[in-house]
């Protein structure tokens, strides 16, 4: 009992710190427009709709890379000191020639507030002054302000949430789980597209489907409806995706579900952390490197 006691007060301790870290209540965590329903649109094909995408996209085949950020937090008070400098120091002297385009998996603003999202701009500028095109999903804390998805579609490309493209043998998968959720209409949606799609799926999004980590049971850090993460994980186990890409948890993790592995990226902003995945289309693999 005591043992039981001790074990309950420790997990409640850090369930509080780690909410006070982020200036949110439990009730509060995923707010602004909760409802991923009210901002849905049909899902986007930037291979089809954005001459840019179209012209490079699926002559991108064989061995490449691709540059992850997440969870960058601009103006939060855990902003890890010199992680700009760090990665801009990186960023000259990496060898960028194999990397093909970069991902942006969501909170990229702590506080949803325009300012907060104007310094992540300028900070994708910087990859994309180097010939590397960012691509961006929506984060819970991005949505924290009601203005909050209005400010990141201004500033982040694609200006949406819900799209896809094509490489020479894959298909990218970029979802809206910003509220925690996909909704009703995104789903149906994801499965019809994924129902007629011809090539191997990879999925990026901010939100993980599970963790294996005692976070799923105390935080949350994961999708919100179990049925939902349930349908999700079959649909994508079935489909054998290439790999589940996502942020949100900061410490981060790789899980596999099925015939699938999730791969959580750690925090940009608070663990000064940003990452390599490698690609293999033609063996069908993929590997990850972090850097810092």
Known sequence: ???????????????????????????????????VNHRYRPMKNL????????????????????LILTDVHKGAGYYKSGVDAAFEKWLNSYDLSKVKFALGLGDFADGAKEGQMRDYSALISK????????LNVVGNHDLFQSDGYELYSKYCYPHTSFYKFYTKNLAWYGLDSGSGTLGSRQLEALKTAM???????????????????????????????TTERN??????????????????YHPGGIDTFGNFTQYNFKSFGEKGVWYILTVNEDAGTVSIRDYR
């Open 231 to 248: 349908v999700l994980i079959q649909l994508f186990s079935e489909m054998g995706i290439q790999g589940y890409l996502c942020g949100h």
């Open 1 to 35: 009992m005591k043992k039981s006691f001790v074990l309950f007060c420790t997990i409640s301790l850090f369930f509080c710190a780690v909410l006070l870290s982020c200036n949110v209540t439990p009730e509060s965590f995923w707010s602004g427009d909760n409802n």
């Open 195 to 225: 129902a007629a799609e011809s090539k191997k799926v990879m999925v990026f999004t901010h939100v993980p489907l599970s963790h294996s980590e005692l976070a799923q049971w105390f935080l949350p850090f994961c999708f919100r409806d």
């Open 127 to 134: 990859i994309e002054a180097k010939g590397i095109k960012v």
């Open 47 to 66: 291979t089809a709709s954005d001459s840019e995408i179209a012209k490079w996209a699926e002559e991108v085949s064989g061995t490449y890379e691709v």
